[in-house]
T-cell receptor
Framework: KNQVEQSPQSLIILEGKNCTLQCNYTVSPFSNLRWYKQDTGRGPVSLTIMTFSENTKSNGRYTATLDADTKQSSLHITASQLSDSASYICVVSFLYGNKLVFGAGTILRVKS | DAGITQSPRHKVTETGTPVTLRCHQTENHRYMYWYRQDPGHGLRLIHYSYGVKDTDKGEVSDGYSVSRSKTEDFLLTLESATSSQTSVYFC?????????????FGQGTRLTVV
């Protein structure tokens, strides 16, 4: 079954600290992996997109890594800010067809 | 936000009534999608469209129908709303999801079926 699993389910960190979110997937054949940020009451917004040939991609304080051999990805957030409080969703695209498989998300809360 | 507008943003309806949600885009993207988001679940695809009058089912299509008569509009209809259809519904658009093309999401519609 094609699945995307994320861990942890939720996380609380202090402002200024770093954190890493994990994503494991079984989607095959694989096209690309995306990380989205979803603020409460809003739609998801893309942070990064990586194809199978890319190992890492950064977007400001967000850095995503991908290991296509082990089917694992991580999202590292550096020097967290209160505005980073959101749900972070890992999404994998099939190689064929226009379909995305979504993880359930990690809820991050950054507190001062 | 990319030019995607969902309407209404909130709706409360009674069990058994038909409900139509609208997604309007100004980006001229070929693909449009309807997802639902429930606690503890990732977004799940209801239906999608790959062109005017071209639609296909997603993984949770039972009880839903869609129509796309114009490039810019994609309608989702709950033919007879049930409490299990209480959810947040998101529309998304893209040129293609293959090869890294961006997908953009609307703000969501919160539907409550009582």
């Amino acid at each position: 079954k094609n699945q995307v699993e994320q861990s942890p389910q939720s996380l609380i960190i202090l402002e200024g600290k770093n954190c890493t979110l994990q994503c494991n997937y079984t989607v095959s054949p694989f096209s690309n992996l995306r990380w989205y940020k979803q603020d409460t009451g809003r739609g998801p917004v893309s942070l990064t997109i990586m194809t199978f040939s890319e190992n890492t991609k950064s977007n400001g304080r967000y850095t995503a890594t991908l290991d296509a051999d082990t089917k694992q990805s991580s999202l590292h957030i550096t020097a967290s800010q209160l505005s980073d409080s959101a749900s972070y969703i890992c999404v994998v695209s099939f190689l064929y067809g226009n379909k995305l498989v979504f993880g359930a998300g990690t809820i991050l809360r950054v507190k001062s | 936000d990319a030019g995607i507008t969902q309407s209404p943003r909130h709706k409360v309806t009674e069990t058994g009534t038909p409900v139509t949600l609208r997604c309007h885009q100004t980006e001229n993207h070929r693909y449009m999608y309807w997802y639902r988001q429930d606690p503890g679940h990732g977004l799940r695809l209801i239906h999608y469209s790959y062109g005017v009058k071209d639609t296909d089912k997603g993984e949770v299509s039972d009880g839903y129908s869609v129509s796309r008569s114009k490039t810019e509009d994609f309608l989702l209809t709950l033919e007879s709303a049930t409490s299990s259809q209480t959810s947040v519904y998101f529309c998304a658009i893209s040129e293609s999801v293959i090869g890294g093309t961006e997908a953009f999401f609307g703000q969501g519609t919160r539907l409550t079926v009582v």
